[in-house]
C-alpha cells in the first residue's frame, strides 16, 4: 500500500495553488507494528514539512519587500547568501540575498537583507521554550537526548547550547521582570479590589534549603522554592537564590498576579517558619495570613517521640505518660485545639524536667539526655509561637 503525502499551499485569491509532494511511504498491513507511522517516518515527515513551509513563508516575505515601498521600483540584488534557522522540526537553510536600497530616499546604509527583520534570532521561540521546559526538569545532556529522542532537532545540538539558551532565556525573563520596588502595583499592594474571575482563597508553600556550592565545596546558598495553589486554577511553582537574588518579593508578587490576586484576596502563606520565609511576605500582601505547616510542626513532635521511646527504656512509668501527652499534643495540633495542645506540653515539660535518670546502667544514654534537655526545652518552648491556624492547613492540604 502506497501513500503520497501533498502539501498545498493556498495564497491570496485569484492565485495558483502550489503543491509539494511532501513523503511518499509504502506501508503493509499484515501486523500491528505495520499500522499508522513509525517514529522514525514521523520525524522525516514532520522534517520535510517544516522545510517546506517554512521555505515558502520565507520566500513570501522576500517577495514583498523586493520593491520599494515608496516608488515601487525593484530593488536590485547585491549578493545572494544563505540563512540558517533551527526550529524544532528541523534546521533550515533560507535564500537571504543582500538588496541595495531605492535611491528615491536617503538611508543610513547602502545595502540591508530584509530576512533580517524576520529572523530576529537563529533559533525559533517553540525550540527555545521545549531546550528551557525539560532543561528545568532534567540535566541538560538528558534534554538533548530526549529532544534528539522524539523530535528531529539538529543533530548538532549538545548540552552546551542547551545551557547557553536556557541561561539567555532565564537573563531575558530577568530584565522584563523589572527592579525591586518597596510596594507593588495592582493585586500586591493595598488599595485593590477582589477580581470578578476570582473564586476561593490561595495557598502559597515556601520552603528554603541550602544547597552546597559547586566550585567552592565549603560554600553554601540558599535556595527558597514555593508553589501557589488557587482553588480554581493550575498551580505555580517559583524558586531563586535568596543570597544573591535581589528581587524576591517583585519575583513572586509577578507569580501572584499571573494568578489574578487581589489585595483582599484571602491568602495563606504556610512555611517552615524561618525568618527569611516569613519575612519575603512582608509589604508584598499586608492582608495574608502566614502559617507554620504541619510537616515541620510535626517535625518537632518526632523528635520529642524519639526520646521518650529512649526514656521508656530507663523508666516504664514516666515514659509511658510521657508519650501519651505527646500523643494529646498532636492530636490537638491535628484538630485546631491550641489551648489544649499548650496545656498538654506545659504538663510534658514539667515531666521532662522533674524527671532523673536511674543511677544504674545505661551510662550512656543518660549523657545524652543530660547533653539534649536543653535542646528539648527549646522544642518545647517554640511550639506556642508556631502551633497556629492548623484547620487553615488542613484545608490547605485536602484542597492540594
Known amino acids: 500500500m502506497k501513500f503520497r503525502v501533498q502539501l498545498?499551499?493556498?495564497?491570496?485569491?485569484?492565485?495558483?495553488?502550489?503543491?509539494?509532494?511532501?513523503?511518499?511511504?509504502?506501508?503493509?498491513?499484515?501486523?500491528?507494528?505495520?499500522?499508522?507511522?513509525?517514529?522514525?517516518?514521523?520525524?522525516?515527515?514532520?522534517?520535510?514539512?517544516?522545510?517546506?513551509?517554512?521555505?515558502?513563508?520565507?520566500?513570501?516575505?522576500?517577495?514583498?519587500?523586493?520593491?520599494?515601498?515608496?516608488?515601487?521600483?525593484?530593488?536590485?540584488?547585491?549578493?545572494?547568501?544563505?540563512?540558517?534557522?533551527?526550529?524544532?522540526?528541523?534546521?533550515?537553510?533560507?535564500?537571504?540575498?543582500?538588496?541595495?536600497?531605492?535611491?528615491?530616499?536617503?538611508?543610513?546604509?547602502?545595502?540591508?537583507?530584509?530576512?533580517?527583520?524576520?529572523?530576529?534570532?537563529?533559533?525559533?521561540?517553540?525550540?527555545?521554550?521545549?531546550?528551557?521546559?525539560?532543561?528545568?526538569?532534567?540535566?541538560y545532556g538528558l534534554t538533548v537526548r530526549v529532544l534528539k529522542e522524539f523530535l528531529p532537532v539538529d543533530e548538532t545540538l549538545n548540552a552546551t547550547t542547551v545551557q547557553n539558551h536556557t541561561l539567555a532565556v532565564a537573563q531575558r525573563c530577568e530584565e522584563e521582570l523589572g527592579e525591586e520596588q518597596g510596594v507593588f502595583i495592582d493585586g500586591c499592594r493595598r488599595g485593590g479590589g477582589l477580581s470578578p474571575h476570582l473564586q476561593g482563597p490561595i495557598a502559597v508553600g515556601l520552603d528554603g534549603g541550602y544547597v552546597r556550592d559547586w566550585d567552592q565545596k565549603q560554600r553554601h546558598f540558599e535556595v527558597i522554592v514555593g508553589k501557589s495553589v488557587p482553588s480554581d486554577q493550575p498551580a505555580k511553582c517559583f524558586g531563586f537564590v535568596q543570597t544573591y537574588d535581589t528581587k524576591p518579593k517583585h519575583r513572586l508578587c509577578q507569580v501572584l498576579q499571573s494568578q489574578g490576586v487581589q489585595d483582599h484576596q484571602p491568602l495563606t502563606f504556610l512555611s517552615d517558619g524561618g525568618e527569611t520565609v516569613r519575612h519575603l511576605p512582608l509589604q508584598l500582601h499586608p492582608e495574608a495570613e502566614h502559617l507554620i505547616d504541619w510537616f515541620h510542626l510535626t517535625m518537632r513532635v518526632t523528635v520529642l517521640g524519639q526520646y521518650v521511646k529512649g526514656l521508656i527504656r530507663l523508666d516504664q512509668a514516666v515514659g509511658a505518660v510521657m508519650q501519651k501527652k505527646l500523643e494529646s499534643v498532636k492530636w490537638s495540633l491535628w484538630h485546631g485545639k491550641m489551648d489544649k495542645a499548650l496545656e498538654r506540653l506545659g504538663d510534658f515539660r514539667r515531666l521532662m524536667d522533674n524527671f532523673a535518670p536511674p543511677t544504674r546502667g545505661s551510662g550512656s544514654w543518660r549523657k545524652h539526655w543530660r547533653s539534649s534537655a536543653p535542646t528539648l526545652r527549646r522544642t518545647v518552648a517554640s511550639f506556642p509561637t508556631m502551633a497556629g491556624g492548623i484547620g487553615v492547613e488542613r484545608r490547605f492540604r485536602r484542597r492540594s
Do not use: N
Open 8 to 139: 498545498v499551499v493556498c495564497m491570496e485569491e485569484g492565485q495558483a495553488e502550489t503543491l509539494y509532494e511532501v513523503a511518499v511511504l509504502e506501508k503493509d498491513y499484515q501486523g500491528i507494528e505495520q499500522l499508522g507511522l513509525t517514529l522514525a517516518e514521523a520525524k522525516q515527515l514532520l522534517t520535510q514539512l517544516q522545510h517546506r513551509m517554512v521555505e515558502h513563508q520565507a520566500a513570501a516575505y522576500l517577495a514583498a519587500r523586493a520593491q520599494c515601498q515608496a516608488c515601487g521600483l525593484r530593488r536590485q540584488v547585491k549578493e545572494h547568501t544563505t540563512r540558517t534557522v533551527r526550529t524544532l522540526f528541523g534546521t533550515v537553510s533560507l535564500a537571504s540575498p543582500r538588496l541595495y536600497h531605492c535611491r528615491c530616499q536617503a538611508r543610513p546604509t547602502t545595502t540591508f537583507r530584509p530576512l533580517t527583520a524576520l529572523l530576529t534570532a537563529a533559533t525559533t521561540p517553540e525550540l527555545l521554550f521545549m531546550e528551557t521546559k525539560w532543561a528545568s526538569l532534567v540535566s
